[in-house]
Each structure stands twice: as C-alpha cells, then as structure tokens.
C-alpha cells in the first residue's frame, strides 16, 4: 500500500490554512480550529486541512513551530539590537503573541505533544536570553551577583505577560506603576529608548 501523500510545506495552500488556524485561535480559542472552520477562513474546501496536515494536532503544531521560528528570528533581533534589554522588553510586551500562546498553554493541557514543544521552545528561548543577557548585564557593569541574568529574564517576560493578559481582561490596578518602574531600571541602564 503506498504511503499517503500530503502537500508541500511551502505552499501558499498550506500558508493560508495556518494563517487562517492562527487567525481562529486569536479571536475566537483554540477550541474553534475545526478543519471546516479553518478551510472557511482560507476560502478553501475542507479536504485541503487533511491533505496538508494528517491530524490536527499536526496543524496545531505546525502553526506553534511556525510562530516559534518567527520568535527566535524576532528576539535575535532584539537581543542584538543596540539596547537589547528595551527591545526583549517590548517584544515581551507583545499583546499577539501573548494571546496566541496563551491559546497553546491552554491546548497544551490537552495534547502532550503542544505541551512537549511549548517546552522545549521555552527552553530555547530563555537559554539564549540569558547567554545574551549575561554579556549585556556584564558590559553595563552590572553583576550576576546583583542581578542574576536568569531572574531578569524571568521578570521581564513573566511580567510583560500578566501585565498583557490582564490589559485584555480590563484589570489595570498597578500596570502604570510596574511599567514605569521597569522601564526606570531599562533607563538607567541602556537611556531612552531609541528608534533603530
């Protein structure tokens, strides 16, 4: 029996039916990504889902794999810009991202292999953050003993997300104040925020 064949992964096919995934788990919950729902919003029929991705899962995964590759590709950027510390910061900050991952913390808890990837992502991430932010924190006099670039990565992004979803929940109580403070420390160290 021949193997069953899918379509090719760089296809604009296939980009639309993830642009479309990602687009349902944005507004609507992971919950809503059907393969019809997801061929509706691409304009296409609902056999392309299942020729292009085997299961869903595999969808799901390849819009998580898709996005990670534009968060490595973004916080490189970040961590190589001028003023690395504001730039992770923003990027943080990100109310789509936050959105969208917070969708795959909530699949993950269904699918061990969203919650599999969703680790070793995060793993990915925070050891380059902190290789990175070693150097950064080191070239502006500050030492790990003082402030250890594993906690500050931690803060950064742990912060920005709560401060994130709550913005989106309408529960403000203390945003204006943890933002200010932490872009006082971000001033300190790197100046105002520059435009690059």
């Known amino acids: 029996m021949a193997a069953r064949r899918f379509g090719l992964e760089n296809s604009k096919t296939r980009a639309a039916l993830l642009d479309a995934a990602e687009q349902l788990m944005r507004d609507e919950g992971y919950a809503a990504v059907t393969s019809r729902r997801v061929a509706s919003v691409a304009g296409l029929k609902p056999q392309l889902v299942h020729y292009y991705f085997r299961t869903m899962d595999d969808l799901f995964l390849a819009v998580l794999r898709r996005g990670t590759a534009q968060n490595l590709e973004h916080q490189n950027q970040a961590l190589t810009s001028s003023q690395p510390l504001w ?20 699949l993950s808890n ?87």
Not at 88 to 100: F, I, K, N, Q, Y
Request: with cysteine.
């Open 110 to 196: 269904h699918r061990k292999a969203i919650r599999a990837e969703i680790t070793r992502h995060g793993e990915q991430l925070r050891n380059t953050q902190v290789e990175v932010l070693s150097r950064v924190l080191a070239g502006y006099g500050v030492g790990a003993d003082v402030f250890p670039p594993i906690v500050l990565m931690v803060l950064m992004t742990s912060v920005s997300r709560v401060l994130v979803m709550e913005d989106a929940l309408g529960l403000l109580v203390g945003h204006t104040e943890t933002r200010a403070m932490i872009e006082r420390y971000l001033l300190q160290l790197e100046g105002h925020r520059k435009t690059e």
């Open 87 to 106: 730039a992770l910061w923003e990027m943080s900050c990100d109310p789509a991202g936050t959105v969208l991952m917070a969708e795959f913390v909530a």
